[in-house]
């Protein structure tokens, strides 16, 4: 197995833009990912994730801007790349009467090296369902049977489309693992989700992007980290009295959503204590406390929602809703 | 080499595994031979006394028709909606290597058909004479002819959409194409639609193939021939992947 040499990245994205008619699916987006890692394409549902990766996978043609993929061009170069990567789809792409060792059988015999099929089938934890057609397997089966299919030829780079989307905590956990040992053998995976606790888990490099443009691209670690620490979040039963503990922490709590609260404080021990205290006075339950570091999910849903407001009033001052490009351009300058 | 066979062994397996294609492609046929040779209800054509006469080219015809047309349409049609036509995209497989597979498939098929129809045939007491030198080149251009329409449907239509108008498409072929009712039972207007038919012109011509007595063939030959040549170029033209 060759892996790209010197400064070539597994995945190039540069300045990719697709449009389908008026829709533009993706903005100018662009970013790399390595071998030996996992990079987290992360964003809301019809953020421009699947368009991307079928665009790097040779599904479609960028409207402009440029895409590599081990140095080739997905398209141009398709007949050439296609032995070297492996496609999980987000549903479908297996014919509904066959058995799994049948449907591995088949593709090993597309590729030069195959892994070896019922190797596979065991790792994707699939070998006493060898008797079902897919049809019949669950939801969870057939993502892992995908998954296998898209390991079949020994890829050096795979792309995996919503991986664990729908699938029961169990499945999940199988199909992180076998990522995980993909980052191992030095394959460069780029992997979908909308689910921010996978990416944190998982991911060695995050990608968020919304309305097909770059929001974000860094180690999660980084992201949390960067991220204004100066704050305390706890779950509790939704509509407590925010002013009273406002007053007694002297500092203001807000209900973020229902259940959900942040304290604009620094999570000192003394605040901890004071928040408990209160609560245990009333007699309320803690769900949940986070100090000084912020999860994912909160680094995604302020950048995702300061995005959005950046383009309301982009909008309002000039009048135009179409003119919130250049606060667009110059949030992606920032990062 | 080893992905073409593998393609074609698996595409075979799935369907002789699947209920709905082996009825249409074997027992339909099987049953419409065995039946009307016995019970002699359908018309004949002038000068035949014997049903299986009659029946045995029609059916034939008729085969070619359901696995070319009807088995690799609906089965394509529904391999394109579970998107396994595109996941095949981003395999080393290619179309090319694809396309070929697809094709040796409906051959095997057309053997195991083409055996099984004879025997009963035979057994029916079915004498075959004509031309029959000529018949594997008559039941290629069906196959061409049925193929291109089948993928044609299934390139550009939902799966179950192609699953409706394949079967409906069936009936109508049968019926109009001369296979078990002899084009001169029909009125001269449906007689003559029926003979531009790639039904009408394939059992025309394996009428003439395996039949003594049958009407020449040679306008039926030319409109098999462009059909042949017509339909797969459209499916070529008009396939969509995805």
Known sequence: MSFPKGDTPAIEVDDLTIRYGDHVAVAGLSFRAESGRITALLGPNGAGKTSTVETLEGYRTPTSGKVRVLGLDPRRDHAALVGRIGVMLQSGGVYTGIRPLEMLRLFASYYENPADPVELLDLVGLTDRQRSTWRSLSGGEQQRLSLALALIGRPEVAFLDEPTAGIDPSGRQLIRRVVADLRAEGVAVLLTTHDLDEAEKLADQVVIIDHGRLLADAAPDELMRNADTDEVRFGAPAALDTAALTARLHATVVEVSPGEYRVATAGTPAVVAALTAWLAEHDLPLGDLRVGRQTLEDVFLRLTESAAAADASAAEFSGSPTAGTSGRRSRRSRR | ?242
């Open chain 2, 1 to 242: 080499m080893r992905a073409f066979v593998t393609q074609t062994r698996t595409e075979l397996m799935l369907s002789l595994r699947n209920g709905e294609q082996l009825l249409v492609s074997i027992a339909i046929p099987l049953l419409l031979l065995v039946f009307f040779s016995s019970v002699e209800v359908l018309p004949l054509p002038d000068g035949v006394d014997k049903g299986v006469q009659f029946l045995a080219p029609g059916i034939l015809a008729l085969a070619v028709m359901s696995s070319a047309m009807v088995s690799l349409g609906i089965g394509t049609g529904f391999e394109r909606q579970y998107k396994v036509l595109k996941r095949l995209g981003s395999t080393p497989l290619g179309r090319p290597r694809w396309v070929a597979a697809k094709i040796a498939m409906v051959l095997c098929l057309l053997v195991i058909q083409i055996v099984v129809l004879v025997i009963a045939s035979l057994a029916l007491g079915w004498s075959p004479g004509g031309t029959p030198a000529l018949t594997p080149l008559a039941v290629l251009l069906g196959a061409s002819a049925f193929g291109g329409l089948g993928l044609l449907m299934a390139g550009t239509l939902r799966g179950t959409l192609t699953l409706a108008l394949a079967n409906g498409l069936y009936l109508v072929l049968l019926l109009l194409g001369g296979m078990i009712i002899p084009f001169d039972q029909m009125p001269g207007a449906i007689g003559t639609f029926g003979r531009v038919l790639p039904s009408g012109a394939l059992s025309r011509v394996l009428q003439s193939c395996l039949r003594d007595g049958a009407p020449a063939a040679g306008s039926a030959w030319i409109v098999l021939a462009f059909w042949a040549v017509l339909a797969p170029a459209a499916a070529a033209r008009f396939f969509r992947w995805e």
